[in-house]
Nanobody, 120 residues
Framework: QVQLVESGGGLVQAGGSLRLSCAAS????????MGWYRQAPGKERELVAV???????NYADFVKGRFAIARDDFRSTVYLQMNSLAPEDTAVYYC??????????????WGQGTQVTVSS
């Protein structure tokens, strides 16, 4: 009923930039929180950035000043602009949305993930 579709991942050299997008679709009544997590090989999934509807974004310390999250509520889309990428940013990036469906079910949803690879 709800889908999160990510795009924008790929291969980039260190110091480069990428912009990730994630569009939510389906029977959505409202979206409270949208954000991005990442998981590197052999590591646990970790928060990158989140933004609550009408609120300020929150970032992990390791991306402050380099990444920027933004959301477009009209399009039910969240973006992650990633600048000054480093090899340690290599991971699968997952979109997350905490939302309420038209059936009044409130829960979190995950996208399928998009690979970001930063070469040195």
């Amino acid at each position: 009923q709800v889908q999160l579709v990510e795009s924008g991942g790929g291969l980039v050299q260190a110091g480069g930039s990428l912009r990730l997008s994630c569009a939510a679709s389906g029977r959505i009544l409202s979206i409270a929180t949208m954000g991005w997590y990442r998981q590197a090989p052999g590591k646990e999934r970790e928060l990158v950035a989140v933004i609550v509807s009408g609120g300020d974004p929150n970032y992990a310390d390791f991306v402050k000043g380099r990444f920027a999250i933004a959301r477009d509520d009209f399009r039910s889309t969240v973006y992650l602009q990633m600048n000054s990428l480093a090899p340690e940013d290599t991971a699968v990036y997952y979109c997350y949305a905490e939302l309420t469906t038209t059936e009044w079910v409130h829960k979190g949803h995950w996208g399928q993930g998009t690979q970001v690879t930063v070469s040195s």
